[in-house]
């Protein structure tokens, strides 16, 4: 499932004509940075929502034949990230899946991030997995972190006036049975806390460089890292 249906209004003014997927970084959309690497995972079906500029997006996305995409229509209104997940789980299936934002990005490190996050799966411990970032390391992220990971990899989210040494990267593995009766609209760090509470929140460390692509500045942040990379 990648969740594409923000209106991206950080990225102003880059999304006045277009949404945020179809934002270039390093001469590519940012949705298709994303989609390479769900390709590269062996992920060979993506559920994409869309809400603004809708059009932009069914006509990009149907120039990609691999991974095969599946749009879930949010035209009516925006569900926000949990709601525009359960909208979508009909076509997603009954198997626990990956979630991406659609500015899920990096740097790649030995081995596929996402190939070892599927791979570190435990469903009968685990409700979430997520895929964290080192904040010390991370480009573009500005703030005290999201989580702080036990040595088991079982997660606790930050207090107020703490400082943790991770960021979600906006990419997780997840069980559909926990969108039950849930509403229509709402987000997903409902069901980050409560699978928390349960202790089965679990996270993974990001191998390589994330790079958070939030604003004009970040994107140029990027750009200029992916550049240093590619002469390193």
Not at 79 to 104: H, R, T
Not at 111 to 130: E, P, V
Not at 164 to 185: D, H, I, N, Q, R
């Amino acid at each position: 499932m990648l969740l594409a249906a923000g209106l991206g209004r950080r990225m102003r003014p880059l999304t006045d004509d277009r949404p945020k997927p179809l934002v270039e970084v390093a001469g590519r959309a940012l949705l298709d940075h994303v989609l390479d690497r769900l390709d590269e995972a062996g992920i060979e079906q993506v559920v994409v929502n869309v809400h603004y500029r809708a059009d932009q997006m069914e006509a990009h996305l149907a120039a990609r034949s691999s991974p095969r995409v599946i749009i879930s229509d949010e035209r009516g209104g925006l569900l926000d990230s949990g709601g525009g997940v359960k909208k979508a789980l009909p076509l997603v299936g009954p198997a626990p899946f990956v979630v991406c934002n659609c500015d899920s990005f990096w740097i790649e490190g030995a081995r596929s991030n996402l190939g070892q996050l599927i791979a570190a799966w435990d469903g009968a411990t685990m409700d979430i997995l997520m895929l964290l970032a080192a904040t010390a390391t991370s480009i573009g992220f500005e703030g005290a972190g999201d989580y702080s990971m036990d040595t088991g990899g079982r997660l606790q989210r930050r207090r107020e006036r703490d400082v943790v040494p991770f960021a979600y990267s906006g990419v997780l593995l997840m069980k559909p049975e926990l969108f039950a009766g849930t509403p229509s609209v709402f987000s997903l760090n409902r069901l980050f806390d409560a699978a928390e509470k349960r202790g089965r929140l679990y996270g993974r460390r990001l191998d390589g460089i994330w790079l958070h692509v939030g604003t004009p500045a970040a994107l140029l942040e990027a750009e200029a890292r992916i550049e240093q990379s590619a002469v390193l």
